[in-house]
């Protein structure tokens, strides 16, 4: 369905106050070709140079963002360590950028371990994560000696207290704890609740037993303790609540083992903005909240000051990337629905599909142009649900038109996939008006390279 146009023209609606229809497309920045623009560049120009799909950061969000994390904590004068939760966006360019800025990296694989070394991350910022942390990759973290290894479960002591024994060698840890804190987010996406596969349950006395191993074990020093509630939180509720329970558990421990935690880590789970009805809490919102209950619980409890350590990985790169596609074909079911399809789809973006993300999204060769339609916008994939924008409201658009979803910087090229043999998109930096790739699109060769056939 075409509409006519003064039913999208937002002035007059709006001035009589009657309709506030706003999209992320209002707050795009355009260049003299009316063209949109990441970063200084002109997303035409990117797709021409680079092909399409593309995934394309401004660096300036990214680095904006850091400084909004670590700003909150200067200004408090408390000690503290930003560690990039690095699935958001793993990259060695990434890696480079974010040791650069003095942040530390969370990192929950081998592959990840490698690619923040090779970043020039260094290992003592390296924290490592996961509820199923391969001996392989325990030993690669006990070789590189990383900064901690956050132990998640029983298994994991036992496999790490035989290979500090076989290298006679020692490593710090910190402990994770599931604080029983149910994240106002998606079920998939929360995980400080008690019936998480994640960390030591406190409740059952797990956690208590966990610590009193690894405080017993000379070859494991116990830096602290560590929760994560979940993720795309918008307030700062949840953590406050998070902070409450950690430290009413390091004021038991203390009372009971004599333990002192050197550090507090409250994870990530910091909320990003998809689509104009989204408002997550400015980074320093979140963290001065943050601060403000530690301080206060922690003179309570008479407790020596923790460092804070925060994971943030969506917030720092959500908003800074966006995906840009060409547009092919179109299919319109008059009285149903119109789909507008893209040369990529749920290979590059599922969250769509697995999590019913919203996304916005902006034609990027005429992005103020008027608005008239609301289609969705589809991938080409073999499946359904292959989904990229339900109703986007869009201006007409025509095969070979660039089409730009913003927020894709977070969980869209580190969850992306081959399906139907489709190779990942090409990923690039862009600042200032400068453009760098930082990731090769992948070529049919590439995929082939593993088959070996018969
Ligand atoms: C332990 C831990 N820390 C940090 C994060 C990062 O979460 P977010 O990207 O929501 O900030 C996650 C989520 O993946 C996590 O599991
Ligand atoms: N691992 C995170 C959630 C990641 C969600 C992410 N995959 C997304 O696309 O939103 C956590 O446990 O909180």
Not at 18 to 23: F, N, V
Not at 363 to 383: D, F, M, R, S, W
Not at 391 to 409: C, E, K, M, R
Request: a negative charge.
């Amino acid at each position: 369905m075409v509409f006519p146009a003064f039913l999208f023209n937002y002035n007059f609606f709006e001035k009589r106050g009657c309709l506030k229809l706003t999209s992320l497309s209002d707050e795009v920045t355009t260049n003299e070709a009316g063209h949109l623009t990441i970063g200084g560049v002109d997303t035409l120009k990117l797709v021409s140079k680079y092909g399409s799909p593309l995934i394309a950061y401004d660096v300036s969000k990214i680095k904006s963002q850091i400084s909004h994390f670590k700003q909150a904590f200067i200004d408090a004068d408390v000690p503290y360590r930003v560690t990039y939760a690095s699935k958001a966006f793993s990259a060695v360019a990434m890696y480079q950028l974010v040791a650069g800025e003095g942040l530390g990296c969370d990192v929950v694989s081998g592959g990840e371990l490698v690619a923040a070394l090779k970043g020039g991350m260094p290992a003592k910022r390296i924290e490592f994560h996961g509820n199923n942390k391969l001996p392989i990759e325990l030993e690669m973290a006990v070789d590189a000696q990383i900064g901690c290894i956050v132990v998640d479960n029983f298994q994991e002591i036992a496999y790490l207290d035989k290979i500090l024994k076989e290298k006679d060698t020692t490593i710090s840890v910190v402990v994770r704890v599931a604080p029983g804190i149910e994240a106002e987010t998606h079920k998939y996406i929360s995980t400080g609740q008690e019936n998480s596969k994640f960390g030591f349950d406190v409740h059952s006395g797990q956690a208590k037993k966990a610590l009193k191993e690894l405080l017993d074990n000379p070859r494991m020093n116990v830096l602290g303790v560590h929760c994560h509630i979940g993720s795309q939180i918008f307030a700062a509720r949840g953590f406050v609540m998070a902070v409450d329970k950690m430290v009413s558990l390091l004021q038991q421990w203390h009372e009971e083992f004599g333990f002192s935690a050197k550090l507090l880590n409250l994870g990530g789970g910091f909320g990003a903005r998809y689509v104009d009805s989204d408002a997550p809490s400015p980074a320093e919102d979140f963290v001065k909240q943050i601060i403000a209950e530690v301080k206060e619980k922690i003179a309570a409890a008479n407790l020596e000051f923790p460092e804070i350590w925060i994971e943030p990985g969506r917030s720092l790169v959500a908003e800074a990337g966006s995906t840009l596609y060409t547009v092919g074909s179109r299919k319109d079911v008059e009285g149903v629905c119109h789909f507008v399809a893209v040369d990529g789809g749920m290979g590059d973006n599922i969250r769509p599909a697995l999590y019913q993300a919203k996304y916005d999204a902006i034609l990027a060769n005429k992005p103020h142009a008027l608005k008239e339609q609301i289609v969705t916008v589809v991938g080409k994939y073999c499946e359904s649900g292959d989904i990229l924008v339900k109703d986007a409201l869009l201006p007409i658009t025509h095969p070979g038109d660039i089409l730009a979803v913003p927020s894709t910087g977070a969980y869209g090229y580190t969850m992306a996939s081959n399906y139907n043999r489709n190779p990942r998109p090409a990923v690039v930096f862009c600042e200032d008006g400068q453009d760098k790739l930082i990731i090769r699109r992948e070529t049919y060769d590439d995929l082939l390279s593993y088959d070996l056939g018969l």
